[in-house]
């Protein structure tokens, strides 16, 4: 089973040459300590900064230079600030190559939740639904199962939705999917999980297709 | 144009209950501190306010939502705040979430006389109910209206007299498209200067957009998620 540092480090094997990259709160945000070696890519965050560094060294943060998560930043040479409606047209307008974001549930025909709770937990869009919405590459990183043990990776979202029909793949702590016309595809198992656990894990249809290779981390 | 005026309380001048206002920031960062500070001594209430977030429990428009100054949000994100989320879910709070991105174009469109837009975000959710829906190049898109308020109030690093603004960092995000939707735009700055100190290849906001301008000052500038690497 992965740890959120390792779904990260898997998600960032996906990272390609000259890609903008949008990383959201949570376990995304840590796709940026994992980067390959020779890929040079750029992280962009929605509340207005292309070029996104690392956290500051102590004494040094600055209260007008934060991320989407509200977290102190710093930025890398070459790195810009805008505004947000400027930051919103590189989004909708696909020049931001790959977002990776967190979701409650995941459904089989790729529609995802993760904003509302209804009577429980309002916290808001922020910009997940713009995100979304147009990014072509999307790429989900959440637990397998709730609290609770209960499979996020659903026939049907049970949840209000965040966008429709827009999720690509998905890494979990078992597994990589692809979301495809009949459900969802099994690509890798973390180590040492087992197909079974995996199916016993997911309540959508998974679909298995000869031996499943081990995640390389 | 000589926009400058003497101090806060000159700047919100006219600001009444009842009315909308657009805030500039996103989280803590770029709010009009001082500005929300004399809404809170002015008590004016039944305010509709626009802003991407509500602040938290004991800062930026956290203050007012305090002391239920406000009888709408129209927000993206208001996480981090339990008075906002124990108002909204009783019900003495009216909350419109929309998409972040949505929100800031909305702002832009009221400020540059679009009426409407057509966005795919929000489609086939709660967002999209009651809109309009239409199709282009096969996909669908909801229709989102402009927004406009009766006082849009932002925070920038430096202005000038003439209005003309220049934000810092990440703190620009939502004050730019405010600053142009407001049928009144207060600016309160953390440096003022007269016209021509300004570089003008790198002014953000045009003075055009702003009515309004004066010398903020005893900026608390709080960080709310403090994330740092350690020395050496």
């Known amino acids: 089973m992965l740890s959120k540092s390792q779904i990260a480090q898997r998600i960032a094997q996906e990272l390609q040459n000259g890609w903008y990259v949008n990383l959201g709160i949570g376990i995304p945000t840590l796709v940026a300590n994992y980067i390959p070696e020779g890929i040079d890519v750029e992280f962009q965050s929605e509340n207005g900064i292309l070029g996104m560094g690392p956290f500051p060294v102590e004494g040094t943060e600055d209260a007008d230079l934060i991320n989407a998560g509200k977290q102190t930043i710093t930025a890398l040479p070459g790195a810009v600030f805008f505004d947000s409606a400027t930051s919103f047209a590189m989004i909708r307008g696909q020049h931001v190559q790959l977002t990776v974001l967190g979701a409650m549930e995941v459904s089989q025909n790729g529609d995802i939740a993760n904003w509302k709770i209804p009577g429980k937990m309002v916290k808001g869009m922020g910009g997940a639904m713009d995100l979304v919405a147009s990014a072509e590459n999307i790429i989900v990183a959440m637990m397998h199962t709730n609290r609770a043990g209960a499979s996020k990776i659903l026939k049907n979202c049970s949840l209000p939705l965040t966008g429709v029909g827009c999720v690509k793949k998905i890494v979990t702590n078992l597994a990589v999917l692809e979301v495809v016309k009949e459900g969802f595809k099994l690509i890798e198992r973390a180590p040492g999980v087992s197909v079974e656990e995996i199916q016993q894990a997911t309540e959508g249809d998974l679909i298995i297709e000869g031996d499943i290779p081990e995640m390389k981390l | ?232």
């Open chain 2, 1 to 232: 144009m000589n926009k400058k005026v003497a101090n806060v309380e000159e700047a919100c001048q006219g600001i009444e209950s009842g009315m909308t206002l657009m805030l500039g920031g996103f989280g803590l960062c770029g709010i009009p501190e001082n500005s929300i500070s004399e809404l809170v001594n002015l008590n004016v209430t039944g305010l509709t306010c626009i802003s991407n977030n509500a602040g938290v429990d004991d800062f930026g428009l956290g203050l007012l939502l305090q002391k239920k100054q406000i009888k709408k949000m129209i927000s993206s994100y208001v996480g981090e705040n339990d008075e906002f989320e124990r108002q909204m879910l009783s019900g003495e709070l009216e909350v419109d979430l929309i998409p972040q991105g949505s929100l800031a174009e909305r702002c832009r469109a009221g400020g540059a006389g679009i009426p409407a837009f057509y966005t795919p975000a929000g489609y086939g959710t709660e967002v999209a109910e009651g809109k309009e829906v239409r199709e282009f190049n096969g996909k669908p898109h909801i229709l989102e209206s402009a927004l406009t308020a009766d006082f849009a109030i932002v925070k920038a690093w430096k202005g000038d007299t003439a209005g003309n603004l220049v934000f810092k960092g990440t703190a620009g995000n939502f004050n730019p498209m405010m600053a142009m939707a407001g049928k009144i735009t207060i600016a309160e700055v953390e440096e003022l200067v007269e016209p021509g100190e300004l570089n003008p290849n790198e002014i953000h906001t045009a003075g055009i957009f702003v009515q309004r301008i004066f010398q903020g000052k005893g900026y608390e500038k709080r960080i709310e998620q403090r994330t740092v690497r350690p020395k050496n």
